[in-house]
């Protein structure tokens, strides 16, 4: 079974390479606009939602913790680029005992 990932962001562009790299290595991968994110994680059913914004600002900040905060997709990990090919944020699945976050140097091992 392929793992279906939701890319989002403020501009789709920019998601572009990581769309055919992810594809290559044979996952599933859909795109949408940042402020569409909660439709299509309802309409996609991704396995993971990964958030990459070409310029990081105080709304992509405030999808990631929308995403994290809905019942839906609080039962998905979730990717948040902090750094460029440098820094992910993790938020894993997790359960109401366990919320822990961990921080990954490439997308690929996040």
Do not use: W
Not at 46 to 72: E, F, H, M, Q, W
């Amino acid at each position: 079974m392929r793992i279906k990932l939701l890319l989002t962001g403020n501009d789709t562009a920019h998601l572009r390479p990581e769309v055919e790299m992810l594809k290559e290595r044979g996952f599933i991968v859909y795109t949408c606009e940042q402020h569409n994110a909660e439709a299509f994680v309802e309409e996609v059913k991704p396995d993971v939602v990964y958030i990459n914004a070409a310029s990081p600002n105080a709304t992509t900040t405030n999808v990631y913790r929308r995403l994290l905060s809905c019942l839906s997709s609080s039962k998905l990990p979730v990717i948040y680029t902090l750094t460029e090919d440098d820094a992910y944020l993790v938020s894993p699945k997790s359960d109401r005992y366990n919320k822990r976050s961990l921080i990954c140097d490439n997308i690929l091992d996040a």
